[in-house]
């Protein structure tokens, strides 16, 4: 079956590392999203990617980067200088279209905590 | 920036009462998303609206785009425990290799059985 996944489902983390989260999808998807999810936020976009070799930054990018190497991969690294790292994070997909108006499918999540 | 406001925050009802929430924009929408996150999953595509005025219905789920492009609300006839999750609408910014989604802040709805 076709989708989007991400690992681990949890990840800890002592304050001042970096961290790599990673996301694969399968679906044959040109763009390619993070999102972050906090309580009562809902969900603000850190980085997004609409090609290989390309990506632009979202709402929230400060202390995040990203790479998009391959048209499967899009990993999220989250450094040091993300003031406030733990947090949910979920990794979407979508087909490029002309209108650029196409759904996200999102993976299960990465749930970071950091101490 | 684009908003995106959703209201109610929350809202927890009866099995068997109706329930509404509704997504204003600032600006106008070329479409409008919905999606539907369970407890500890992630969120569901749902339906995408994108004509002036449509009503679009999935089971007791209705789902309205108002006249102009900036409005939309979910009503869900008859809750039932299985409709318990976050109910998020989103519209797009940008466009081509600028495309991306504003999400609302989302609509927590619980049922009691």
């Known amino acids: 079956d076709g989708g989007i996944t991400q690992s681990p489902k949890y990840l800890f983390r002592k304050e001042g590392q970096n961290v790599t989260l990673s996301c694969e999808q399968n679906?044959?998807?040109?763009?390619m999203y993070w999102y972050r999810q906090d309580p009562g936020q809902g969900l603000r976009l850190i980085y997004y990617?609409?090609?290989?070799?390309?990506?632009q930054k979202g709402d929230i990018a400060e202390g995040y980067s990203v790479s998009r190497e391959k048209k499967e991969s899009f990993p999220l690294t989250v450094t040091s200088a993300q003031k406030n790292p733990t947090a949910f994070y979920l990794c979407?997909?979508?087909?490029?279209?002309?209108?650029?108006?196409?759904?996200?499918?999102f993976g299960n999540g990465t749930r970071l905590t950091v101490t | 920036g684009q908003q995106v406001m959703q209201i109610p925050q929350y809202q927890h009802v009866q099995e068997g009462e109706d329930f509404t929430t509704y997504c204003n924009s600032s600006?106008?929408?070329?479409?409008i998303q919905w999606y539907k996150q369970r407890p500890g999953g992630h969120p569901v595509f749902l339906i995408q609206?994108?004509?002036?005025?449509e009503v679009k219905k999935q089971k007791r789920l209705t789902f309205q785009f108002g006249e102009a492009k900036k409005n939309s609300s979910l009503h869900i006839t008859a809750t039932q425990t299985t409709d318990v999750g976050t109910y998020f609408c989103?519209?797009?910014?940008?466009?081509?290799?600028?495309?991306?989604?504003?999400f609302g802040k989302g609509t927590l709805l619980t049922v009691n059985p």
């Open positions: 989103a519209g797009p910014q940008g466009g081509g290799s600028n495309y991306k989604l504003t």
């Open positions: 609206l994108v004509k002036s005025g």
């Open positions: 600006t106008t929408l070329s479409n």
């Open positions: 990617s609409q090609i290989v070799n390309d990506f």
């Open positions: 979407a997909s979508s087909i490029k279209r002309g209108t650029g108006e196409s759904p996200l499918h």
């Open positions: 679906l044959n998807h040109d763009a």
